[in-house]
T-cell receptor, first 115, second 110 residues
Framework: EPEVTQTPSHQVTQMGQEVILRCVPISNHLYFYWYRQILGQKVEFLVSFYNNEISEKSEIFDDQFSVERPDGSNFTLKIRSTKLEDSAMYFC?????????????FGSGTQLSVL | SQKIEQNSEALNIQEGKTATLTCNYTNYSPAYLQWYRQDPGRGPVFLLLIRENEKEKRKERLKVTFDTTLKQSLFHITASQPADSATYLCALNQGGKLIFGQGTELSVKP
């Protein structure tokens, strides 16, 4: 069964450093998402991406965050200058369509620890 | 304010019984609602989607109801098994994004 893959599974970084989280969505999917989950809290929406541009973003997704689809297969999330509060599990997701038939396929996540 | 609320306390049941999980929401008008399963350290896995004009949806041992008047969805697992132990998340759409509840942890004892 096709799946969303994320690398790395764990990332440890120093506060103020840049990190790039990588994702390979399912190949025929057109809609891409990043969510995050702080330990013990809800899964929170960060950003959605379609047709090479951001469709929607949350208040969390400030100008320290950016997303890119550099080629036909990868989808990345960059955090320019990490803060302690960025420590969380980051999930990439993709879906074949949007709207009422949308169902999201999630990757296994990247656990980001900012020290 | 907008809220999605799920039973915050873990649900412990005996194998073979039916588990019923609740999702209540306020100040949303979702066109559909979804349920996901999440295992520790893993991403959510899609289970079922129910639309606002559907009262009930079934898939194998799973059943979901959606009452837009009560603003509530119920998620049932019949003949529960220890392998069903996980956290179950409800999610509803708001524009182009899914908003998740905090999840209910289910533990099925043999």
């Amino acid at each position: 069964e096709p799946e969303v893959t994320q690398t790395p599974s764990h990332q440890v970084t120093q506060m103020g450093q840049e990190v790039i989280l990588r994702c390979v969505p399912i190949s025929n999917h057109l809609y891409f998402y990043w969510y995050r989950q702080i330990l013990g809290q809800k899964v929170e929406f960060l950003v959605s991406f379609y047709n090479n541009e951001i469709s929607e973003k949350s208040e969390i997704f400030d100008d320290q965050f950016s997303v890119e689809r550099p080629d036909g297969s990868n989808f990345t999330l960059k955090i320019r200058s990490t803060k302690l509060e960025d420590s969380a599990m980051y999930f990439c997701a993709s879906s074949e369509r949007a709207g009422e038939n949308e169902k999201l396929f999630f990757g296994s996540g990247t656990q980001l620890s900012v020290l | 304010s907008q809220k999605i609320e799920q039973n915050s306390e873990a649900l412990n049941i005996q194998e073979g019984k039916t588990a019923t999980l609740t999702c209540n929401y306020t100040n949303y008008s979702p066109a559909y609602l979804q349920w996901y399963r999440q295992d520790p350290g893993r991403g959510p896995v899609f289970l079922l989607l129910i639309r606002e004009n559907e009262k009930e949806k079934r898939k194998e041992r799973l059943k979901v109801t959606f009452d837009t008047t009560l603003k509530q969805s119920l998620f049932h697992i019949t003949a529960s098994q220890p392998a069903d132990s996980a956290t179950y998340l409800c999610a509803l759409n708001q524009g182009g994004k899914l908003i998740f509840g905090q999840g209910t942890e289910l533990s099925v004892k043999p």
